[in-house]
């Protein structure tokens, strides 16, 4: 186990868990004086039809993603800590995992569901395969 943790990824969907994962990951970095890496990434696996249609989609749900990270800043206690915002399309629990070696963090912090009613009846898919390919420490909040 670390001492402590310079480099800390919370992986945020809107969904609860998200959120207290997102609370858990702030005061983790606080005590740690850690600087917190927030991704948000939209998944377009549903997206099917029309290229022009699928387009649309994607850019309204990465503006809701923006908006919705922008008030889960604004209602936090974030100000004193160094952190950097991303906002990406694609497959979640891979860009969790290559973001997290991108940036050479030492935890991830998720919550142990997503926002989605899929998400949730398979009990996290998107946690279950960033614990098992990580190359850090993952830590999973229960809401």
Known sequence: MKESYKKILV???GSTASTDAFNEALNIAE??????????VVDYKFSLG?????????????NNAEIELEQLIANSD????DYETKIDSGNPKRKIVDYAVETQVDLIIVGSTGKGAVEQAI????TAYVVNHASCNVMVVKP
């Open 50 to 62: 029309d290229p022009a249609f699928i387009n649309d989609a994607l850019k309204f749900h990465l």
């Open 78 to 81: 974030i100000s004193k800590l």
């Open 11 to 13: 992986a945020v969907d």
């Open 123 to 126: 009990v996290g898919s998107t």
């Open 31 to 40: 005590r740690n004086g850690a600087k917190l890496f927030i991704l948000t």
